[in-house]
């Protein structure tokens, strides 16, 4: 299955602990989009990345949250001291250049903060 | 500030019928639309799109119509089909302003045999 690969599915975690998230972009696309969907919304945009650099992360709390995305590896989106308020589905989605292409989404993440 | 609207949280069709799914939006900056539907439990996957500069996009059963003096999106799905029960976002960006997709909250669609 060459398609977006996000692990863990699900991930639990209790307040004031760290979540790491991580998404491996399908093969030949090297810009990852991070979108966050909590209960009953819509995805809401987070970062956008492409090798080894943050190209737009507007979306991004300014606290607590960051990514990257290394050279080798997957993408990874940080929590840190997670909050309830975290709790939510976290999609990664990637594409081969152009972003006014379609974006090709991974299963996601759950996210549970006890 | 919810800038793209779907107000329609859910929808019940009959298979063999249309399926129409609305989506307004507020910024008239706006000017790339595409559609997402999505699986429980999966990612969302993309399913049709249209730019700003047409106003009818057909693919298939699915045809996505756009009005933007009434800033407003629909998807037509016909005839509906059981395995098109999922959940439909409307996905809106400004190509020249940042990368963001702007989303709705989705519309639960039922297509009933």
């Known amino acids: 299955n060459a398609g977006v690969m996000q692990n863990p599915r699900h991930l639990v975690r209790r307040r004031g602990q760290e979540a790491r998230l991580r998404c491996s972009p399908m093969?030949?696309?090297?810009?990852v989009y991070w979108y966050r969907q909590l209960p009953e919304e819509g995805l809401k945009f987070m970062v956008y990345?492409?090798?080894?650099?943050?190209?737009?992360e507007s979306g991004m709390p300014k606290e607590r949250f960051s990514a990257e995305f290394p050279k080798e590896g997957p993408s990874i989106l940080r929590i840190q001291q997670v909050v309830r308020g975290d709790s939510a589905a976290y999609f990664c989605?990637?594409?081969?250049?152009?972003?006014?292409?379609?974006?090709?989404f991974g299963s996601g993440t759950q996210l549970s903060v006890l | 500030d919810q800038q793209v609207k779907q107000n329609s949280p859910s929808l019940s069709v009959q298979e063999g019928r249309i399926s129409i799914l609305n989506c307004d939006y507020t910024?008239?900056?706006?000017?790339?639309f595409l559609w997402y539907k999505k699986y429980p439990a999966e990612g969302p996957t993309f399913l049709i799109s249209?730019?700003?500069?047409?106003d009818k996009n057909e693919d298939g059963r699915f045809t996505v119509f756009l009005n933007k003096s009434a800033k407003h999106l629909s998807l037509h799905i016909v005839p509906s089909q059981p395995g098109d029960s999922a959940v439909y976002f409307c996905?809106?960006?400004?190509?020249?302003?940042?990368?963001?997709?702007?989303f709705g909250k989705g519309t639960s669609l039922l297509v009933t045999p």
């Open positions: 996905a809106i960006k400004n190509s020249n302003s940042g990368y963001a997709l702007n």
């Open positions: 249209i730019s700003s500069i047409k």
């Open positions: 990345l492409q090798k080894e650099n943050i190209i737009d």
């Open positions: 910024n008239s900056m706006f000017d790339y």
């Open positions: 989605a990637s594409s081969p250049g152009d972003t006014r292409e379609k974006l090709f």
């Open positions: 093969k030949g696309h090297s810009h």
